[in-house]
């Protein structure tokens, strides 16, 4: 089976940095993803880790450790417009390869304060 | 025009009505996907598709059906709607498996 855990909710101050984690547990592994989620609105594309280590794209960057089953998303220079949901999803593997689709965590709800 | 777009955008809708929520693409892509979301259970998939030919399950298919009309075109029916159903519907598309998705608007569900 699949799981997926990252916290509920996280606040933190703008111009800081927040790392919000993600630890999951598949029987197969392709890859993980990160979205941003704003109230309301679909999920956008954040970044994509398939291999071990740290990606990163200007303010954001995310970390991969396939062995522990870990990840994080680490936002930088927080603005009050990451204010949103962030969520951890895997691409699971079976037999077969590739499931094909993505499995999602709950979401974390990041609150940024002045 | 949006890349993945979702219509209707928001339905209210009786217990035991049939409703259809219906999806299209000019991504180009082949794989479709749809997901519920409901507040503080995250995104759950329904149903999902590689082709015109292909459909396969979600982790939560009972109560719902899909049609795949067409490589850009996939919509979701609930034959008898009820009020657990109520709840946020996405649409995404992909290109692959090292490929984010590409998600529609939403459609927000409401079954009285």
């Known amino acids: 089976g699949q799981n997926i855990d990252q916290p509920t909710e996280m606040t933190a101050t703008e111009g800081a940095i927040v790392q919000i984690n993600c630890t999951y547990q598949?029987?197969?592994?392709?890859?993980l993803f990160w979205y941003q989620q704003h109230a309301g609105e679909a999920p956008t594309f954040l970044s994509y880790?398939?291999?071990?280590g740290l990606e990163e794209k200007g303010r954001f960057s995310s970390f991969l450790s396939r062995s522990k089953g870990y990840s994080y998303l680490l936002l930088k220079e927080l603005q009050m417009k990451d204010s949103a949901s962030y969520l951890c999803?895997?691409?699971?593997?079976?037999?077969?390869?590739?499931?094909?689709?993505?499995?999602f965590g709950k979401g974390t709800k990041l609150s940024v304060k002045p | 025009d949006a890349d993945v777009t979702q219509t209707p955008r928001n339905r209210i809708t009786k217990t035991g009505k049939r409703i259809m929520l219906e999806c299209s693409q000019t991504?180009?892509?082949?794989?479709m996907y749809w997901y519920r979301q409901d507040p503080g259970l995250g995104l759950q998939l329904i149903y999902y598709?590689?082709?015109?030919?292909?459909?396969n399950k979600g982790e939560i298919s009972d109560g719902y059906s899909v049609s795949r009309q067409a490589q850009a075109k996939f919509s979701l029916s609930l034959e008898s709607a009820i009020p657990n159903q109520t709840a946020l519907y996405f649409c995404?598309?992909?290109?692959?498996?090292?490929?984010?998705?590409?998600f529609g608007s939403g459609t927000r569900l409401t079954v009285v």
């Open positions: 995404a598309t992909s290109d692959g498996d090292n490929y984010g998705y590409t």
């Open positions: 598709s590689f082709d015109v030919k292909d459909i």
């Open positions: 880790n398939v291999l071990d």
């Open positions: 598949t029987s197969g592994f392709n890859g």
């Open positions: 999803a895997v691409s699971p593997m079976n037999y077969g390869g590739s499931q094909g689709n993505l499995i």
């Open positions: 991504k180009g892509h082949d794989r």
